[in-house]
């Protein structure tokens, strides 16, 4: 009979715990970033040192452009027209470059982690 009484308490408590995952997720800033004319806008993000963040990465031209940064360790492809989150592990202080892989000649940026 105690584990009948347990069961609806840790049910409860389980509710709970993933109703916080969702307000912990939304405590992430979210910069935005667009890609047109292989161009990335704004070129720089500035951002709190040792913190989470994630980009919301717009692509305004027609074809599909890499996001590739070996300096922040992270690629993602996002197709023409498209938008793509793309999340970020807390930095150190310091610079972070970015590009654009199939436009690495225009589309360049930078991270600054103050």
Same mark, same amino acid.
């Given at each position: 009979?105690?584990?009948?009484?347990?069961? &609806?308490?840790? /049910?409860?408590?389980? !509710?709970?715990? !993933?109703?916080?995952? =969702?307000?912990?997720?939304?405590?992430?800033?979210?910069?935005? /970033?667009? /890609? +047109?004319? $292989?161009?990335?806008? =704004?070129?720089?993000?500035?951002? &709190?040192?040792?913190?989470?963040f994630?980009?919301?990465?717009?692509?305004?031209?027609?074809? &599909? @452009?890499?996001? @590739?940064?070996?300096? /922040?360790?992270?690629?993602?492809?996002? *197709? #023409? #027209?498209?938008? #793509?989150?793309?999340?970020?592990? =807390?930095?150190? =202080? *310091?610079? %972070?470059?970015?590009? *654009?892989? %199939? $436009?690495?000649?225009?589309?360049? *940026?930078i991270?600054?982690? +103050?």
């Amino acid at each position: 009979m105690t584990i009948s009484i347990l069961r &609806p308490a840790i /049910l409860a408590a389980a !509710c709970i715990a !993933c109703a916080a995952l =969702p307000a912990a997720a939304a405590d992430v800033q979210t910069i935005e /970033l667009t /890609l +047109k004319d $292989h161009k990335f806008s =704004p070129e720089t993000i500035e951002v &709190p040192a040792n913190e989470r963040f994630q980009i919301k990465l717009t692509n305004a031209d027609a074809t &599909p @452009d890499e996001f @590739d940064s070996t300096d /922040l360790r992270v690629e993602k492809v996002v *197709g #023409g #027209g498209q938008t #793509g989150i793309i999340r970020i592990q =807390p930095l150190v =202080p *310091g610079r %972070y470059m970015f590009m *654009g892989e %199939y $436009h690495a000649a225009t589309a360049r *940026g930078i991270v600054v982690a +103050k």
